[in-house]
């Protein structure tokens, strides 16, 4: 079975090459302890008042699982998510992939989403997060989205670990992974899945009894659409509450125009 790199948060031009060259890799000491058991403390009573297999938004077929919850407008449910949207590692990846190689002016998130993945979950369908931008996927050979997927529980191969194929933002449109290139993203917590928006990948199954819990964001070129309208998932109130470097991530400028994106 393929495998990812386990790379220290702090070798920043290792995770980069890791991601160019395998399309993905985990990155290790992301997050702290404290910063991952405030962040489900947050979250527990919005998880607690939702039914397994349904969302806020009212997304819900076969693709997001009967045993999952999936929460968005994080950033009314927690202060903290400040401090994960803004993470020193995940800054840098998303501005020398987009800013520094000319591909884009600025960086900008376009979502955030609380997944939980309950027992007897089974395995997702394969998929690319670029492709909800399918017109301008694959129009050059740059990506247009990077992604971390934060552990705030361990991620084990039986509790739900992200299925990965490396190598595979390189393949034709078409191709489907044998097995044996498959890969499990089994990690501790506080560390974070890197992965481009090409790599194919879904969530694991979940056969432990206990929930796998991870928490996604993903970057994208600035002149993309996001696929997460922040003003409406949350209060906002508490998006104008942010720190400027917050704001603009989230796309919310002092007189509400962007020029040039």
Not at 36 to 44: I, K, Y
Request: aromatic content about 6%; proline content about 3%.
């Amino acid at each position: 079975m393929a495998a990812l790199r386990e790379i220290d948060h702090q070798q920043v031009d290792d995770i980069l090459a890791a991601v160019e060259t395998d399309g993905a890799c985990i990155a290790l000491n992301v997050l702290p302890g404290e910063l991952c058991d405030g962040l489900l403390h947050d979250f527990q009573p919005h998880l607690d008042a939702l039914p397994w297999g349904e969302d806020e938004l009212g997304y819900r077929d076969d693709f997001y699982g009967a045993s999952t919850k999936r929460l968005h407008g994080l950033f009314s449910k927690s202060t903290r998510m400040e401090a994960v949207l803004t993470n020193r590692l995940f800054l840098t990846l998303a501005n020398r992939m987009f800013v520094d190689t000319g591909i884009s002016r600025d960086i900008r998130l376009s979502n955030t989403e609380l997944m939980v993945l309950n027992q007897d979950q089974d395995v997702q369908v394969f998929h690319t997060d670029a492709g909800s931008w399918h017109r301008v996927q694959h129009q050059e050979q740059n990506e247009i989205l990077i992604s971390a997927n934060c552990a705030l529980t361990d991620f084990t191969a039986t509790n739900g670990a992200t299925r990965v194929v490396p190598g595979s933002h390189r393949w034709e449109k078409d191709r489907t992974p044998r097995e044996d290139e498959v890969c499990l993203a089994v990690m501790p917590r506080g560390s974070a899945l890197i992965y481009a928006g090409n790599v194919i990948h879904s969530g694991g199954a979940n056969r432990e009894a206990e929930a796998r819990v991870g928490l996604y964001l993903g970057y994208i070129v600035s002149w993309l659409r996001p696929i997460e309208n922040q003003l409406v998932t949350n209060e906002p109130g508490d998006i104008f509450s942010l720190s400027d470097q917050a704001r603009r991530l989230l796309d919310v400028s002092p007189g509400g125009f962007t020029v040039i994106a």
